[in-house]
């Protein structure tokens, strides 16, 4: 029944988005609530429970929307973006630059965000998009899918390290492993699959979507920028996330640990890059900052708001009972483990709207069973984080990230966001089983 439900929801939602036109946000706010009633949530807790999923959301990622649509368009009135766009171009050219950007998230990711990684880099598309004249979604999809793939298959991420200490796995093994599938994934389902859509779709995004994704035009900038100076702009908050990284694996009862600690967080180190860049960046930049600011604090609020439902909708799923409702049906199913453990991480991911938390479920369940499966520990630790690849829905506040920043529709978002992750998820779930045949000929 809870999966009847849950099902119905998502059709809804879609009904209400596609066929009356309703806002992203008002549609999700009315699925949610009618969702929580169905599912006999009790009246006195329904509001507080979206209210507390609302506000969790766009805790985490609140800060980082609002400072990353200033940094990026700081970055584009400056001409950053265009002499980012370039430098891809003399490395890639331009029939591979989508391949150059999505192997960028890729490498991105592993110290990033997703969430944050997408807010930095997508201000790239439009420039690549119309230097190349290879469709938007095409490089939308690259940029996404190679995110996504890393941040869901490759340690240091949060979710890859649970897997990877619930399954007993060698890290080095874990991490070349983790690497190597994730490239193929993210070259088959970000870059392949995106210039297929990109060839047959046409890029017509939603009129809301134009006019927060687009500030209007500005003057022409007063200076050239050079393009060392926009990539190390772009590369800074990188860098810092990344410092906090290296920090915590190699110093981290030193001192120094909590100053990279700090300014590595991801809402720190997006504040020293906007910070930077209004003190580097004002030479290059004709006009009004006054006016940069209001037009970023508009783009900013709409995403906010639809990012923020969607985290209530996928609150409202965790507290039905729908996790517990999948586990035990699924433990009931005899298939190949590798498979069991694909499709297990697959549908928590759809159905929770989290990677993190279908990582780190299903390697929790199987993980202590790890001595009885007869299979390799890594291969089953990447068959898990396969799973949690594709299948991003509304209820997952990626969905709307990639939606709005990305200029899509939702139909659009399904298409090339949805089922481009999903490609990527089985690809990596295909290089699983060549390794497990291979393992059993040695």
């Known amino acids: 029944m809870l999966l009847i439900l849950f099902i119905l929801a998502l059709a809804i939602l879609f009904l209400l988005i596609l066929k009356f036109k309703i806002e992203p946000f ?54 950053a973006v265009e002499k980012i766009a370039e430098g891809i171009l ?10 150059g ?20 880099l997508n201000r790239v598309i439009r420039s690549l998009s119309t230097r190349t004249g290879i469709a938007r979604i095409t490089f939308v999809t690259a940029l996404a899918v190679g995110l996504i793939v890393s941040h869901s298959m490759v340690i240091p ?12 796995v060698d890290l080095g093994i874990f991490l070349i492993a983790g690497i190597f599938v994730a490239v193929v994934a993210t070259l088959v389902g970000g870059y392949g699959y995106g210039m297929f859509i990109g060839r047959r779709m046409k890029h017509e995004a939603e009129e809301e979507a134009d006019d927060m994704a687009e500030a209007p035009e500005a003057h022409e900038p007063v200076k050239q920028i050079s393009k060392k100076l926009s990539f190390g702009l772009i590369a800074l908050p990188i860098v810092l996330i990344l410092s906090n990284t290296m920090a915590e694996l190699f110093i981290p009862e030193n001192p120094l640990s909590a100053f990279f600690a700090f300014v590595g967080d991801k809402n720190v180190a997006l504040l ?4 930077v860049a209004l003190v580097v960046l004002r030479p290059y930049i004709a006009g009004e900052y006054k006016i940069q600011f209001n ?13 923020g439902a969607g985290g209530a909708f996928g609150a409202v799923i965790n507290a039905s009972g729908m996790g517990d409702y999948l586990i035990e049906m699924m433990t009931s199913w005899n298939i190949h483990i590798l498979l069991l453990a694909f499709i297990f991480t697959q549908i928590l991911r759809a159905s929770l709207g989290s990677s993190t938390v279908a990582l780190v479920t299903t390697s929790s369940i199987l993980g202590p069973q790890i001595a009885d499966l007869a299979v390799s520990p890594v291969l089953l630790a990447l068959a898990i984080c396969s799973g949690a690849i594709g299948l991003s829905l509304p209820n997952d506040f990626g969905f709307w990230v990639v939606n709005r920043f990305g200029r899509l529709t939702v139909t659009q978002t ?25 393992t059993q000929l040695v």
């Not at 604090?297 to 990012?307: C, F, R």
């Open 26 to 79: 008002i549609a999700l706010l009315i699925v949610s609530f009618g969702l929580a009633l169905a599912v006999r949530i009790p009246i006195s807790e329904a509001s507080s429970i979206i209210a507390d999923g609302f506000g969790s959301t766009l805790a985490g990622v609140g800060i980082l929307i609002g400072l990353g649509i200033v940094f990026g368009q700081f970055l584009a009135k400056a001409g």
């Open 90 to 99: 003399s490395l890639t050219g331009s029939r591979k630059s989508p391949a």
């Open 101 to 120: 950007l999505a192997l960028t998230g890729t490498i991105v990711s592993i110290p990033v965000f997703f969430d944050a990684a997408f807010v930095i």
């Open 157 to 168: 991420t949060p979710g890859p390290l649970v897997v990877a200490e619930n399954v007993g």
């Open 272 to 275: 020293i890059a906007v910070l």
């Open 295 to 307: 037009q970023s604090m508009q783009d900013a609020g709409s995403i906010l708001l639809i990012t």
């Open 414 to 438: 399904l298409q090339a966001w949805s089922l481009g992750g999903f490609i990527a998820g089985l690809t990596g779930l295909g290089l699983v089983y060549i390794m497990h045949f291979i």
